[in-house]
């Protein structure tokens, strides 16, 4: 039996029909006729967690693991703002969330009633869409609430996949559950756009192999990257190819190698195409700002201007992926048409150029032995990842563990860099973990986790989910930021210096806690943390010095040279 309230079986029925298969849901009376609704639906599952802000990243870890969207439904007032950051995130990543909000009638608004805020529009420019549902009386009032829904879950889909906002309004009384059934409702279809492969062919692509030192450049990218990898394999036999663990797997290490380049012209491209969302290196980015590059195209999903490097010139509608598939294929019939020699020999000399200078930085980064670090915990995680035989992912939080990530990993990695926010990455990774096959491991920082501990207060998440907590007691990354340990705020304004430990939360919340003090412990921590059996998740923490950590990184950096 469903609700009485005609917008919510419609916004259910339609949910239903587009596909929508999760939901969030948080506690709250006004949104329980949505709830109730949801948990009535055969063909929605639903995922209780209490705190809002986790929800959000909950739901957006679920929606990387299907690659389809997922609601999160909160109740009215203060409840739904705390789905900002995860909404932002979310947006920026192209993987967006249907936010549903229940509300009270628009005459209760600004009245001083609880829970009373103006709710529609809250997002502002990080929500594509924006619906405020009406409560129908009559037809017409149905068919616009239809057509409102149809809206909003087709902009979660299309032209960069943005997250969208449902308002609910509801009046009472809320606990009427007296309806049969769900109303058959119209769905409106849409078809996708994708790369225009005749123009994007004719105006990019023939270009790019026509110079004589190309360069393809891949950001973060969440979709189908072990056959981006495979791609990209032809392609750097073309052109110099330059990614990161977020985009694809194989260790290029392009932060590194810039380093030994410096501003040697020999390396500097004539054609750049610029594919996928961010990249996390900042030497890359200053090196392809200051570039003197003829020409710069990008491969956009949201069909946006993202002029990151300063110098572009045209943008390519259309989802990475596509691009990286159609640049592979005309690679590989390159060699079926006239073309002209010398350029294609000059071309190849460049890749190869490129591609000798990341196997030597690669060998020296991989020779490099740290002292007992942060840096000595992820290179013996990431080792000890190749014997591992069952099906696993890894997502690392924002700041030191992500760079760290950059050096060692060799498979593709999930983080959270659409704003780069530390907020939420445990809540999205174990999201994730419930809609993944296999283990989801995090690798996170002592801030990050202990602001996002909230992801581990729930009954759902179970043994799939392993915790690598790299915990120096601050935050690690501002030791690298020079000058600012000349202030006399750096201590604990600016690094948040603490003595906090997981071991009480992981008490609290049924986790498996594993510490580690030295090498020895840590390598059997690792041992346990991959091995163990458990119904709940584990957590190894993995306590470091700060002054300890940034040495050896200074210490790695002067070896690479």
């Given at each position: 039996?469903?609700?009485?309230?005609?917008?919510?079986?419609?916004?259910?029925?339609?949910?239903?029909?587009?596909?929508?298969?999760?939901?969030?849901?948080?506690?709250?009376?006004?949104?329980?006729?949505?709830?109730?609704?949801?948990?009535?639906?055969?063909?929605?599952?639903?995922?209780?967690?209490?705190?809002?802000?986790?929800?959000?990243?909950?739901?957006?870890?679920?929606?990387?693991?299907?690659?389809?969207?997922?609601?999160?439904?909160?109740?009215?007032?203060?409840?739904?703002?705390?789905?900002?950051?995860?909404?932002?995130?979310?947006?920026?990543?192209?993987?967006?969330?249907?936010?549903?909000?229940?509300?009270?009638?628009?005459?209760?608004?600004?009245?001083?009633?609880?829970?009373?805020?103006?709710?529609?529009?809250?997002?502002?420019?990080?929500?594509?869409?924006?619906?405020?549902?009406?409560?129908?009386?009559?037809?017409?009032?149905?068919?616009?609430?239809?057509?409102?829904?149809?809206?909003?879950?087709?902009?979660?889909?299309?032209?960069?996949?943005?997250?969208?906002?449902?308002?609910?309004?509801?009046?009472?009384?809320?606990?009427?559950?007296?309806?049969?059934?769900?109303?058959?409702?119209?769905?409106?279809?849409?078809?996708?756009?994708?790369?225009?492969?005749?123009t994007f062919s004719d105006v990019v692509v023939r270009r790019l192999?026509?110079?004589?030192?190309?360069?393809?450049?891949?950001?973060?990218?969440?979709?189908?990257?072990?056959?981006?990898?495979?791609?990209?394999?032809?392609?750097?036999?073309?052109?110099?190819?330059?990614?990161?663990?977020?985009?694809?797997?194989?260790?290029?290490?392009?932060?590194?190698?810039?380093?030994?380049?410096?501003?040697?012209?020999?390396?500097v491209p004539d054609f750049l195409l610029y594919a996928g969302d961010?990249?996390?290196?900042?030497?890359?980015?200053?090196?392809?700002?200051?570039?003197?590059?003829?020409?710069?195209?990008?491969?956009?999903?949201?069909?946006?201007?993202?002029?990151?490097?300063?110098?572009?010139?045209?943008?390519?509608?259309?989802?990475?992926?596509?691009?990286?598939?159609?640049?592979?294929?005309?690679?590989?019939?390159?060699?079926?048409?006239?073309?002209?020699?010398?350029?294609?020999?000059?071309?190849?000399?460049?890749?190869?150029?490129?591609?000798?200078?990341?196997?030597?930085?690669?060998?020296?980064?991989?020779?490099?032995?740290?002292?007992?670090?942060?840096?000595?915990?992820?290179?013996?995680?990431?080792?000890?990842?190749?014997?591992?035989?069952?099906?696993?992912?890894?997502?690392?939080?924002?700041?030191?563990?992500?760079?760290?990530?950059?050096?060692?990993?060799?498979?593709?990695?999930?983080?959270?860099?659409?704003?780069?926010?530390?907020?939420?990455?445990?809540?999205?990774?174990?999201?994730?973990?419930?809609?993944?096959?296999?283990?989801?491991?995090?690798?996170?920082?002592?801030?990050?986790?202990f602001y996002d501990q909230n992801a581990l207060w729930n009954t759902?998440?179970?043994?799939?989910?392993?915790?690598?907590?790299?915990?120096?007691?601050?935050?690690?990354?501002?030791?690298?930021?020079?000058?600012?340990?000349?202030?006399?705020?750096?201590?604990?304004?600016?690094?948040?210096?603490?003595?906090?430990?997981?071991?009480?939360?992981?008490?609290?919340?049924?986790?498996?806690?594993?510490?580690?003090?030295?090498?020895?412990?840590?390598?059997?921590?690792?041992?346990?943390?991959?091995?163990?059996?458990?119904?709940?998740?584990?957590?190894?923490?993995?306590?470091?010095?700060?002054?300890?950590?940034?040495?050896?990184?200074?210490?790695?950096?002067?070896?690479?040279?």
């Amino acid at each position: 039996m469903f609700v009485n309230k005609e917008n919510i079986n419609i916004l259910t029925s339609l949910l239903v029909a587009h596909g929508v298969r999760r939901a969030v849901v948080c506690p709250g009376s006004r949104n329980a006729p949505i709830v109730h609704n949801f948990n009535e639906c055969e063909d929605i599952i639903c995922y209780p967690v209490t705190d809002e802000r986790s929800a959000g990243f909950y739901a957006l870890g679920m929606s990387l693991a299907d690659n389809a969207p997922v609601a999160v439904c909160v109740t009215s007032g203060t409840a739904l703002l705390n789905l900002a950051p995860a909404v932002a995130e979310a947006s920026y990543r192209h993987h967006g969330l249907i936010v549903i909000s229940a509300d009270r009638p628009q005459a209760w608004i600004e009245q001083l009633d609880g829970q009373t805020l103006p709710q529609p529009g809250a997002f502002g420019c990080f929500t594509c869409k924006s619906v405020n549902l009406p409560e129908p009386h009559d037809d017409v009032e149905k068919w616009y609430c239809n057509r409102l829904v149809n809206e909003a879950l087709l902009a979660a889909t299309v032209r960069g996949r943005q997250s969208v906002h449902i308002n609910v309004p509801i009046s009472e009384p809320l606990f009427d559950f007296g309806t049969e059934s769900l109303p058959h409702e119209r769905k409106i279809n849409i078809i996708k756009q994708s790369v225009d492969i005749k123009t994007f062919s004719d105006v990019v692509v023939r270009r790019l192999l026509a110079s004589s030192r190309p360069m393809f450049v891949l950001g973060q990218v969440d979709t189908q990257a072990e056959q981006i990898e495979k791609l990209l394999n032809v392609i750097d036999k073309r052109m110099a190819v330059l990614t990161e663990p977020l985009s694809a797997g194989t260790q290029r290490l392009p932060d590194l190698v810039l380093k030994h380049i410096g501003k040697a012209e020999e390396y500097v491209p004539d054609f750049l195409l610029y594919a996928g969302d961010t990249v996390v290196s900042k030497r890359l980015k200053n090196f392809l700002r200051n570039m003197n590059c003829k020409e710069v195209w990008a491969v956009a999903e949201d069909e946006e201007v993202h002029d990151t490097f300063m110098c572009l010139k045209g943008v390519v509608a259309g989802c990475p992926s596509e691009a990286v598939q159609i640049i592979a294929d005309a690679v590989n019939n390159e060699n079926c048409e006239q073309v002209n020699i010398s350029v294609g020999t000059s071309a190849k000399a460049f890749a190869c150029r490129w591609n000798v200078l990341m196997q030597a930085v690669s060998k020296l980064a991989d020779s490099y032995q740290p002292a007992y670090s942060q840096m000595f915990a992820v290179k013996e995680f990431e080792r000890a990842l190749h014997k591992v035989e069952y099906p696993w992912q890894t997502h690392y939080a924002n700041s030191n563990a992500i760079r760290l990530a950059c050096i060692y990993s060799d498979r593709h990695v999930w983080c959270n860099r659409g704003v780069n926010g530390i907020e939420g990455c445990l809540s999205t990774a174990a999201g994730f973990s419930l809609a993944a096959n296999g283990v989801t491991f995090c690798v996170i920082g002592d801030l990050s986790f202990f602001y996002d501990q909230n992801a581990l207060w729930n009954t759902c998440i179970k043994g799939n989910l392993r915790i690598l907590l790299l915990n120096n007691s601050c935050g690690g990354i501002f030791y690298t930021l020079r000058g600012l340990r000349d202030s006399n705020a750096f201590g604990t304004l600016v690094s948040a210096g603490h003595h906090t430990t997981a071991v009480g939360i992981c008490r609290q919340n049924n986790i498996k806690y594993i510490a580690a003090r030295n090498e020895e412990e840590l390598c059997t921590g690792i041992s346990d943390l991959l091995t163990a059996e458990s119904e709940r998740p584990v957590l190894l923490e993995v306590f470091t010095d700060a002054e300890k950590d940034n040495t050896v990184i200074k210490e790695f950096m002067k070896y690479i040279g």
